[in-house]
């Protein structure tokens, strides 16, 4: 993981936060503090990018951290970024209520500062990888899109220009361009700018001195990416050339995809991003092969789109897909569920909710470590996602930390208490070992079905499902209990 990561701090103890600003600025992050909730706040809408992690201190005056962290999590814009809560209290129930509200991680005052930069370097690296996979995934479905324009073109200009400008629109960068290389006599090319994204320089012939990333690919047959073109050797003579002629262009990265066009003209697809624009690296690169060899295809009219369908749904399952437990996330499964609730109360059909809880997941992180904690999720999800666990019309999802729920649409509460103790039992089941030590995981879980509990909206029905499970939890633990049905609804029935 690059240590240029970006670490918001938030304490209302100086002394802390300058021994958090020097730790972490120490160890390569880039760092920002702030005294209070509402401070920070303040940074974090001014900032010009998304931060890669927050730590907050869960006591604060003005704005506790779980209200930060509660006010982060309604607004689209941080719905993602990591949320680390550190606090000096011994409240047994904070650590799981911050979970709830969606942070990653939780730490106790004193805390060992190896431990805090082991944390935070892991849920960086966490979120910088699902970032990663959201955008190149964002680029390939752009690029499907892309593709199937291509279709509706009837000459090269038309399909050079669209692919130019619409790649640019994709990358936010400036400029995009099909560059036409023709081969002459021996040894020589003629290279000329087919079309831009921006429309200049279109017909020019070009010094391809100037562009080693163009000689590069057309050398190796394969493409070329440079992300930092100010240290890349590959543009070390050009770099000397363009401080002897003055005028040294802010380009801050290329990638230059060679494709067939004739058999004595070769194209080539240029990506160029400036200094105030976004780095081209890898998903820069794979958009680029995408485009390059649908230009192929349709100079071919060669229209093969069922592999890209496919990646597409691939694509769409993991931007909804928890990575530990393969479940649905937690934005996806609140939009099943407010669909499913909306449907249930139009045909006046029974819906059940089911929150289930790993029993004392505190105790397994802090006595076995978190890849054991990680584990025992692993393989709650593996069987909630496995074939006949639930019915096809069902949904299981992530809600936060140890915190599943499933939504069984068309159930009664008989049913779902049959799947509840179903669920309890397999999972009570499991033999898991840590350090060759044999550990025992447990469920508790709540139990809500509607219109027995007289929930209006999702909140409500979940609300009532962590109620009867927190009875569950009084109760003793690795046990299933039913929400009780409001008065309202036990009014209607009779």
Request: proline share 5%; with cysteine; glycine share 6%.
């Amino acid at each position: 993981m690059s240590r240029s990561s970006t670490v918001y701090v938030a304490d209302d103890n100086p002394a802390i936060l300058q021994g958090l600003d020097r730790a972490l600025s120490g160890n390569g992050y880039r760092v920002r503090t702030a005294p209070s909730g509402p401070r920070l706040l303040e940074l974090l809408s001014a900032a010009p990018h998304v931060p890669d992690l927050l730590l907050l201190d869960v006591m604060m005056p003005e704005m506790s951290g779980l209200d930060v962290l509660r006010t982060l999590r309604r607004d689209p814009r941080w719905m993602d970024l990591p949320v680390v809560l550190i606090t000096a209290t011994n409240d047994a129930t904070l650590p799981v209520s911050a979970l709830r509200d969606g942070a990653v991680d939780f730490l106790t005052k004193p805390f060992r500062l190896d431990e805090l930069l082991a944390r935070v370097d892991s849920h960086i690296q966490r979120h910088q990888e699902l970032r990663r996979a959201r955008e190149q995934a964002r680029m390939r479905l752009q690029a499907i899109d892309l593709i199937r324009e291509l279709n509706r073109v009837v000459t090269a200009d038309e399909m050079f220009h669209l692919v130019t400008s619409r790649t640019a629109e994709i990358l936010g960068v400036c400029r995009c361009s099909v560059v036409v290389v023709e081969r002459g006599e021996p040894g020589e090319l003629v290279a000329r700018v087919a079309a831009t994204s921006d429309g200049s320089n279109e017909g020019q012939v070009l010094e391809l001195e100037r562009y080693p990333e163009i000689r590069a690919a057309l050398e190796r047959n394969s493409p070329v990416t440079v992300s930092d073109v100010a240290a890349s050797p590959l543009f070390a003579e050009t770099r000397a050339l363009w401080e002897r002629t003055g005028g040294v262009p802010e380009i801050r990265s290329v990638v230059a995809v060679p494709f067939p066009l004739t058999d004595t003209m070769t194209g080539v697809f240029l990506e160029r991003s400036l200094v105030d624009e976004p780095v081209l690296a890898e998903g820069a690169e794979e958009l680029g092969g995408r485009v390059a060899e649908a230009v192929v295809q349709a100079c071919g009219r060669v229209q093969v789109f069922q592999n890209l369908i496919e990646q597409r749904r691939r694509l769409h399952d993991l931007a909804h897909t928890d990575e530990l437990t393969g479940c649905a996330t937690r934005r996806s499964l609140m939009h099943f569920l407010r669909e499913e609730m909306e449907l249930a109360q139009a045909r006046q059909e029974p819906l059940s909710l089911l929150v289930l809880d790993v029993d004392r997941f505190k105790e397994i992180n802090d006595t076995h470590g978190h890849p054991s904690g990680d584990a025992v999720l692993r393989a709650l999800g593996s069987w909630l996602n496995a074939e006949g666990a639930l019915r096809s019309n069902d949904l299981a999802g992530r809600y936060g930390g140890d915190e599943f729920v499933v939504v069984l649409p068309q159930t009664t509460a008989a049913g779902a208490l049959r799947f509840a103790e179903r669920a309890r039992s397999y999972f009570g089941a499991l033999p898991f070992n840590f350090d060759d030590v044999p550990v025992r995981a447990t469920l508790s879980v709540g139990v809500a079905t509607w219109p027995e509990v007289d929930a209006r909206d999702p909140d409500e029905l979940i609300s009532a499902a962590d109620t009867a499970l927190y009875v569950a939890k009084q109760g003793g633990r690795d046990r299933v209990h039913q929400a009780l049905p409001t008065p309202r609804s036990q009014a209607r029935a009779g």
